[in-house]
């Protein structure tokens, strides 16, 4: 960075250039992210024409939609005319449309057709976010000829590795890697060549579903096909990476009680962030009303008791860990398509041993410090530690019941992790409290 500074300070732009030519794409798209508008423009105006496309792909969309706002149409085309199909696919999807209107008439015809192609698709699907980039070979050619095709359009293409054979109506026939491919005899078939057990997408399959199929097989692309069986695109694992990122960054958010925002922390606004924080926190806020009103329905028990009010803390803390440990468990599950409604009845039989488990250590541990620290009679100390069992084993079940049946529902299930079922728990462990409160000291 300081050499980088230095450089464009004392205005020696051949030195920058030779510089910035001899870096990552991806390390010079971070240094130029670290400089203001004015600085950025200087900068990306000297990376030779070649790379300056791969850098753009790089950038924020912030960033990038500052550069096109600062050049002229011809410029903005050059550059999206050099980008990966998928990658100005996804530019175009987060600018506003008059600015994509006028960059699409803008753009080579080629280009502009295989944009519109992946923009008709719906959001977060394979066809969205896959390539049109790759290499096709006919099963009839030679390996010397699928060398000479390779050598053709493999400069465009996202990626070398894997080849891909279509018959005449473009149907997806097998895969070919290209070290099978160097390694064959020059007359040996294509054909002859290629796996027919072809691991492949649909155009409408969920982009967390493809990532899936990549981490299960371990490939590095996997190819899409329409309802008619005949290749449009890959997906790369360098999307897929990108998309597991995102995926859970968003479950995160939602099983923190935040609605999901696209934009880093540091580039979010105060007023942007209150936003989405607030209608979680304003639904929380009155959820909790039912804890005080249970609360309140006990409040001649708690004059009897008072030193029942100091263990109301412990007991909701607990019940509420308690249950966000078992539904954040289940909701990474379902999210590694590891469980599903159908292991319902297995899950509870295993939380349920686990719950009395965990319960039961808790109440011992909890017993002996009642009677030492605390300095408690007997009968409130079994009075605490019976609610610390059966909340626990209520905070469990529920915790793990909640996502799965949200799941059937058809609903996201990260919406009732933690925040939720930890107002839930807590005023299922006041009525829980103030039974056994009632029962055993007769208050």
Known sequence: MEEIKELLETRQYTSLRQRLSEMNDADVAQILEAFDREDLMKMFR???KDTMADVFAYLDTEHQQMIISSMSAKDTADIINNMMADDAADLFEEMPANIVKKLLAAVDPNVRNDINHLLRYPEDSAGSIMTVEYVDLKENLTVADALERIRKVGMDSETLNTCY???PSRKLLGVITLRRILLSPPDALIGDLMHENVIFVNTTTDQEEVARVIQKYDLVAVPVVDNEDRLVGIVTVDDIVDILQAEATEDIEKMAAIVPTDKPYMKTGVFE???KRIPWLLLLMVSSTFTGLIIGKFEDALSACVVLTTFIPMLTDTGGNAGGQASVTIIRGISLDEISFKDLFKVV?????VAMVCGITLAVCNFGKLLVVDRVGITIATVVCLTLVVTVFFSKI???????????LGFDPTVVASPFITTIVDALSLIIYFT???SILHI
């Not at 039989?349 to 041993?353: A, I, N, S």
């Not at 019941?401 to 059937?408: A, C, E, G, M, S």
């Open 349 to 353: 039989w295993k939380e349920m041993r």
């Open 165 to 167: 054979v279509l018959n």
């Open 436 to 438: 056994f409160a009632t």
């Open 46 to 48: 000297i990376l030779p």
């Open 273 to 275: 962030t209150w936003k």
């Open 398 to 408: 529920i915790g793990c019941t909640l996502p799965l049946i949200v799941k059937k």
